[in-house]
């Protein structure tokens, strides 16, 4: 079945550098990923959209890549700032309109 | 402009029990749809309502059950609740044919 994948370790850094994020996906080939920011108790907010014939996709301080050969999304924060700390999701569409999402990765950005 | 907005915020309920939650989209928007996010976990699809009508479901049991009203807002319906059931349920609306989804904040719902 469609899968996807994220690194469920939390990942900690110092503020000033860059993070960065992987997700997996398995047994399909979604045409775009997408991913979300979830702050505690809130519901996710949507980042960033990258089609498959997408190598690369940038805003602002966000950074996304889709590899298709690796079947791998990375989303990078560079120049990290304490703010930045929540979970980050990756989605991908399922089939008519539903969306499967990773577990996802919670971000710490130390001072 | 609003955002899709949910109550109750807090909901708890005991086993055997039914539950309502409700969900009003952002204006102009026509799909709704519910996610569940139990704790340590990932959303997972429940269901998505178009122009009034089911148009997918995600792999739950059919004492989960929900509608859309003409004003396309929606309600979710859980009956004989059980502790598992206990999680985050998060609404998201969009244009039909756009990829974006914009969440709620969520309804929390504890069953004791």
């Known amino acids: ?111 | 402009e609003a955002g899709v907005t949910q109550s109750p915020t807090h909901l708890i309920k005991t086993r055997g029990q039914q539950a309502t939650l409700r969900c009003s989209p952002i204006s102009g928007h026509t799909s709704v749809y519910w996610y569940q996010q139990a704790l340590g976990l990932g959303l997972q699809f429940l269901l998505w309502y178009d122009e009034g009508e089911e148009r997918n479901r995600g792999n739950f049991p059919p004492r989960f059950s929900g509608r859309q009203f003409p004003n396309y807002s929606s309600e979710l319906n859980v009956n004989a609740l059980e502790l598992e059931d206990s999680a985050l349920y998060l609404c998201a609306s969009s244009l039909v044919r756009e990829n974006e989804q914009f969440f709620g904040p969520g309804t929390r719902l504890t069953v004791l």
């Open chain 1, 1 to 111: 079945s469609q899968k996807i994948e994220q690194n469920s370790e939390a990942l900690n850094i110092q503020e000033g550098k860059t993070a960065t994020l992987t997700c997996n996906y398995t047994n399909y080939s979604p045409a775009y990923l997408q991913w979300y920011r979830q702050d505690p108790g809130r519901g996710p907010v949507f980042l960033l959209l990258i089609r498959e014939n997408e190598k690369e996709k940038r805003k602002e301080r966000l950074k996304v890549t889709f590899d298709t050969t690796l079947k791998q999304s990375l989303f990078h924060i560079t120049a990290s700032q304490p703010a930045d700390s929540a979970t980050y999701l990756c989605a991908s569409p399922g089939g008519y309109n539903k969306l499967i999402f990773g577990a996802g990765t919670r971000l710490a950005v130390h001072p």
